[in-house]
């Protein structure tokens, strides 16, 4: 059961990846300014080696063709140049990965246990001034764009970690309120509560079965507000990562390299919500 | 209607007539420059200063939030049509056809949505002009943001579907797109109303990050996120607290939205 839902997963993810490569290899050829090439207007090159330039680029016509002559140099880790910096595609995402992935593994943590210390205490106190202040301070949080939290963390010079922490928090925050206010009112753990169990057994012994998968869950989709959190604050606070790359390949209209990034981005947030899934999946089977 | 609800609508119908009323209440425009008062602080003349090249910052704001708060509606009105047209159909129809449009929908919403926006931002030509780009940016909004709203509807359309009212209907001789546009459509106007409501602070907050991240509204038009761009240059919040008007603005509006979206549509949603 475990082995098919993973088989599923992968199967997926792998026919996403190749859509969704087919869907940028579209977009790509027929973006404005693809049949262009700067090269053509220097004034050094004769008549002949325009003219092989222009029969390079009449291969890269036909859109299938196109497809998979990018998905054969892709398999051979060959993503391609950057149009606007000229540095193999591969090169650029080695260098500003390292950076993002620290980052957001840091914010997500960051985000995940105070979202998750506000929701217990909240569900464990019951008691309206908290959940109230709580509410309005996530609320507020949640009215602000990503980028003007990343404009003010520059203001205030606070880490970009925490500014995307700051960005997933709320959202991590409502939904875990919720799923524990949910577990709580359960039956059987009003019961439990009535019967003086502890606080502690009660949430690892019977809200935590309950709610862990839906957590689980929250956590995965955590994943992709974080990575698009990266986006303005690596690029206005000036941090040289994945994110910051993407927002100068869409200024520069560096299409290839936009795409790649993309499809990075798609198979990171599709790992994590598969691994969410097959997580939770293991954790309902282990409490049937 | 709860208080909350009442005021929320007293404050969203206060802003809308303001920033409609733009013209007589700023009748020089958001483009007429002061060169003598460039980068001025409050004053009789200028409510809220002027900016780096000596533009009234006040009519900015009006004339600002008059284009966010018209096209953000507008965006999200394109937005529900689509998901009430893909969604509704797909869960209507059921079978390989709810597959095939969740499938196509599993992939967009795999993508986070800035990425998203400025993927497709990035592939129109950015150097446009204003007016251009101001259509461009709501309308690859509301092209994009159908997706998670048809997600709801296809569900919605398809426990519809199975209800026994259109068992009746279907029984009795109504069949095809008759069906859909009687009987299915007018059950789903719940859920499209909500998705309508929650679509119109998403693509505010969208329409800012875009602005902000310079791939919005193109200058010398005023929008929420090229406002929100002059807090770039800031050096301490204390400095030129005026400037923090337009976000203060943005915060009021959304909150506004959202309370006006009452729990019981939340919840249909």
Redesign the interface.
């Known amino acids: 059961m475990l082995g098919r839902r993973i088989a599923r997963h992968g199967l997926m993810i792998i026919a996403v990846v190749l859509l969704g490569g087919l869907l940028s290899a579209v977009l790509v050829r027929f973006a404005p300014g693809f049949d262009v090439d700067e090269a053509q207007l220097d004034p050094h090159l004769n008549s002949q080696s325009i003219e092989s330039l222009r029969q390079a680029r009449v291969a890269e016509n036909n859109i299938l063709h196109f497809y998979f002559h990018s998905l054969q140099r892709a398999m051979h880790g060959d993503l391609g140049t950057s149009l606007s910096l000229g540095q193999p595609v591969t090169t650029l995402l080695r260098q500003r990965l390292p950076l993002t992935l620290r980052m957001i593994g840091f914010a997500l943590l960051l985000s995940w246990s105070s979202a998750l210390a506000l929701a217990l205490t909240a569900a464990w106190l019951r008691f309206f001034a908290y959940d109230a202040a709580a509410t309005l301070v996530t609320g507020t949080l949640l009215c602000l764009p990503a980028a003007v939290l990343a404009l003010l963390s520059v203001l205030w010079n606070v880490p970009g970690a925490l500014a995307i922490a700051l960005i997933v928090a709320p959202h991590d925050y409502r939904y875990a309120r919720n799923l524990l206010a949910k577990a709580y009112s359960l039956p059987h753990i009003i019961t439990a509560r009535a019967k003086g169990l502890g606080e502690l057994r009660i949430l690892f012994w019977h809200v935590l079965p309950v709610a862990g998968p839906q957590l689980l869950a929250v956590a995965g989709v955590s994943v992709s507000l974080a990575i698009g959190a990266a986006i303005p604050v690596e690029a206005l606070c000036g941090l040289a990562g994945v994110g910051q790359l993407a927002w100068q390949a869409a200024l520069a209209r560096d299409l290839p390299l936009l795409m790649n990034i993309t499809i990075l981005v798609t198979l990171v947030t599709l790992l994590a919500n598969s691994g969410a899934d097959v997580i939770g999946h293991m954790l309902r089977g282990q409490e049937a | 209607m709860t208080i909350w609800r009442r005021v929320a609508c007293a404050v969203l119908l206060l802003v809308v007539g303001v920033s409609l009323a733009a013209n007589w209440v700023a009748p020089a425009g958001y483009a007429k420059e002061y060169r003598d008062a460039p980068d001025a602080a409050p004053s009789r003349a200028h409510w809220l200063g002027t900016d780096d090249i000596g533009r009234d910052r006040f009519a900015r704001v009006l004339y600002g939030t008059r284009i966010s708060l018209l096209l953000a509606p507008a965006a999200a009105l394109l937005s529900t049509l689509m998901a009430a047209l893909i969604g509704g159909l797909a869960g209507y129809l059921g079978g390989a056809w709810a597959k095939s449009a969740m ?1 196509v929908t ?2 967009f919403l ?7 926006l ?2 497709v ?6 150097n446009v002009s204003p007016l251009v780009s101001v259509l461009v940016t709501f309308l690859i909004l509301g092209l994009l943001g159908w997706t998670s709203a048809a997600r709801v509807l296809c569900s919605t359309a398809g426990s519809v579907r199975d209800s026994d009212f259109v068992r009746q209907a279907r029984a009795s001789g109504i069949r095809g797109m008759r069906l859909f546009w009687i009987h299915v459509l007018p059950n789903l106007k719940p859920v499209l109303y909500a998705q309508f409501w929650i679509s119109i ?1 998403a693509f505010i ?1 969208s329409e ?2 875009l602005g ?4 919005g509204v193109a200058e010398p038009m005023p929008s929420w ?1 090229s406002l ?1 761009r002059e ?2 240059g ?4 204390g400095d030129e607290p005026w400037k923090f008007v337009p ?1 203060v603005l ?2 009021l509006v ?2 506004s939205f ?1 309370l006006v979206l009452s729990k019981q549509e939340e919840v249909a949603a």
Do not use: H, K
């Open positions: 499938a599993d992939l795999s993508l986070p949505w800035l990425f998203l400025i993927t931002r990035a592939l129109m030509p950015l602070p907050l800012a990050n902000i991240l310079g791939l996120g929100l807090l770039e800031m050096v301490s919040v976000l943005l915060i959304v909150t959202q």
